[in-house]
């Protein structure tokens, strides 16, 4: 049953800012999630590192659709909906690998790394010959693109082109990594499962009030600090031995405050950023002297070069620049969502580096991950209590500096819209605002024209 426009709008109040706890539990909204957000956006499927050569490919979640992102044999990426035309088996069980076709375990039904149907057992004997094996190929996607090297697709035909739909603050996030060299993933894909409602696994990237409290375990620990770590992790981006090493800042001063050390970026379609500036924040690895590089200044507006934040593009791509980091938020249901986390290296990088990023992916996020598995218990205890009779009736509360948040928009700036801020929470509300919008299954037009930021958030 659709949920109406008055109703989203009831659930998400900007102007009070506060949101429904049925938003994170209610199974009618988990459906027309699959439908009007995931079945419409633009979602990230992988990196084209991932698939260098001829019939390397990935699978890929968009909803409940799985899809293989197949390197074809011209060099062009193609996306096909992992099911048989027959009877609808997965035709791939791997998540990863290098294939020259792909043959249905149920009946054999084979496809070419195009998706075409080549094979039927039985086609002369059993089908006389009669069966059109050019109509019964593999489903693409209904659009394919990529932004320097981050591969994108959308069931929408109708969905505006990729660089749109990222809009400034999409593209400053992608290119705060792409700008740290010549980028490749390290193989392998961390995944694991966090019972918890996706939007608490994507909101929380905005959220800089809780590691004081949340993350005191593993700050005790002092597991960012250069001492803790051996001998051979004390480098910076550079390879360039330095006390300093790899540390993590936090916006200083009583949270909430009023002093400016936040920068916010709030975009068209829900894009959002928020977080420390680079004065204020320095990352795991130690250094963010890339943000000083050609390619940077080339890419990134003079405020994005200060802005050391998360940034999520909507729905579920969270980009971790100080740590060379993606990660995708997959739901699995209204309370189970999969964790995939991708490392980001360059090329060039020094063994001491790769060593190191490959020590903070296993030991700060991921399911060894201390941070993740702390933020963790925090998103699954918050679901959970939006199915209780009584507690789901009690609104969350997001108004931390709301109504102080004043929204900067020079369009003809490559700065996206951003606000300079104490500690907030306009990244989450933001999010959720232009959530109710996709979820109201309004035209791309009004999508676009209910989400441009307004002048006070
Ligand atoms: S379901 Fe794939 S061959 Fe029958
Ligand atoms: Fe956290």
């Excluded at 011209?74 to 035309?85: V, W």
């Excluded at 320097?148 to 069931?155: H, I, P, R, Y």
């Excluded at 060299?181 to 390290?186: F, L, N, T, Y």
């Excluded at 960012?224 to 790899?246: H, L, Y």
Aim: net charge negative.
């Amino acid at each position: 049953m659709a949920i109406a426009d008055q109703t989203l709008h009831e659930l998400v109040s900007l102007e009070r800012g506060e949101v429904d706890r049925s938003i994170y539990s209610d199974p009618d909204i988990y459906e027309q999630e699959m439908k009007e957000i995931f079945g419409r956006s633009w979602l990230f499927l992988c990196h084209e590192t991932q698939i260098p050569k001829r019939g390397d490919f990935v699978e890929a979640p968009m909803g409940r659709d799985n899809v293989l992102v197949v390197r074809q044999r011209d060099g062009s990426i193609k996306a096909l909906l992992n099911t048989c035309a027959h009877r609808g088996n997965a035709v791939c069980r791997a998540d990863e690998g290098n294939a020259k076709n792909f043959m249905c375990t149920y009946h054999g039904w084979t496809y070419d790394i195009a998706g075409n149907l080549v094979g039927v057992p039985g086609q002369k004997e059993l089908y006389h010959d009669e069966l059109d094996m050019s109509a019964h190929g593999l489903r693409g996607v209904a659009q394919l693109d990529t932004y320097k090297g981050f591969v994108f697709a959308t069931s929408d035909p109708s969905a505006p082109p990729l660089a749109e739909f990222l809009g400034r603050t999409g593209r400053a996030g992608l290119d705060m990594i792409a700008c740290q060299g010549d980028m490749e993933v390290i193989p392998g894909v961390q995944k694991f499962v966090i019972p918890c409602n996706w939007k608490f696994a994507v909101d929380n990237l905005f959220d800089w009030y809780h590691p004081q409290i949340t993350h005191l375990s593993a700050m005790s620990l002092d597991m960012f600090a250069n001492q803790a770590m051996p001998e051979s992790k004390r480098v910076d981006i550079d390879g360039v031995a330095t006390q300093e090493g790899a540390q993590l800042r936090l916006p200083g001063g009583p949270a909430g405050g009023d002093n400016v050390d936040e920068l916010v970026f709030v975009d068209i379609f829900g894009h959002a950023l928020a977080g420390p500036t680079r004065d204020t924040y320095v990352g795991v690895t130690g250094s963010d002297s890339w943000r000083d590089s050609e390619q940077a200044r080339e890419a990134l507006g003079p405020v994005a070069r200060r802005a050391a934040g998360h940034t999520n593009i909507f729905p579920t791509l969270w980009i971790n620049p100080a740590g060379g980091q993606i990660s995708l938020r997959v739901p699995r249901g209204p309370f189970e969502t999969e964790i995939w986390w991708y490392s980001f290296v360059p090329r060039e990088a020094p063994p001491e580096h790769r060593a190191l990023v490959l020590a903070m992916a296993n030991h700060v996020f991921g399911p060894a991950g201390l941070l993740e598995q702390e933020d963790g218990e925090n998103w699954n205890q918050s679901t959970m209590t939006t199915t209780g009779l009584a507690s789901r009736r009690i609104p969350h509360v997001l108004k931390m500096n709301l109504g102080r948040g004043k929204v900067v928009n020079d369009v003809d700036s490559m700065d996206p819209p951003y606000i300079e801020c104490g500690i907030n929470e306009h990244g989450q509300l933001w999010t959720y605002a232009a959530w109710a919008q996709w979820m109201s299954g309004c035209s791309w037009d009004e999508l676009r024209e209910r989400t441009i930021p307004p002048a006070v958030l």
